[in-house]
């Protein structure tokens, strides 16, 4: 990620075509150590292209992963419709045990007095 981050430092600067030299340039100037052979793919990867072009197309393909939040929601109805109606009966099995709860309030005294 720092070797990408620094080739777009680069370009936001405005060079247009960074070179390996300005990259390790960029990360020693904040103290990150320059790996050779990660600069070089980076580099090799980007050759001739226009860095809006890429980031476009990074979106466009971020943008088609599924987030995983709305498979689980939609697979867990679908697991059985029988677990259904036994949670229904366990909110007043709860309702009951919160009256007695409410009833040993009333013992004289408060936490906070």
Do not use: M, N, Q
């Given at each position: 990620m720092k070797v990408v981050a620094a080739y777009l430092l680069a370009v936001l600067g405005g060079n247009t075509c960074p070179t390996a030299d300005d990259l390790k340039d960029i990360l020693g100037s904040v103290g990150a150590e320059a790996d050779d052979d990660k600069i070089?793919?980076?580099?090799?990867?980007?050759?001739?292209?226009?860095?809006?072009?890429?980031?476009?197309?990074?979106?466009?393909?971020?943008?088609?992963?599924?987030?995983?939040?709305?498979?689980?929601?939609?697979?867990?109805?679908?697991?059985?419709?029988?677990?259904?109606?036994?949670?229904?009966?366990?909110p007043k099995k709860e309702e009951k045990v919160e009256e007695k709860e409410e009833s040993d309030e009333d013992m004289g005294f408060s936490l906070f007095d």
């Open positions: 070089e793919l980076l580099l090799s990867e980007v050759k001739g292209k226009d860095i809006t072009e890429l980031i476009a197309s990074g979106r466009e393909k971020v943008a088609s992963v599924p987030s995983g939040g709305g498979a689980i929601a939609v697979a867990a109805p679908a697991g059985g419709g029988g677990a259904a109606a036994p949670a229904a009966d366990e």
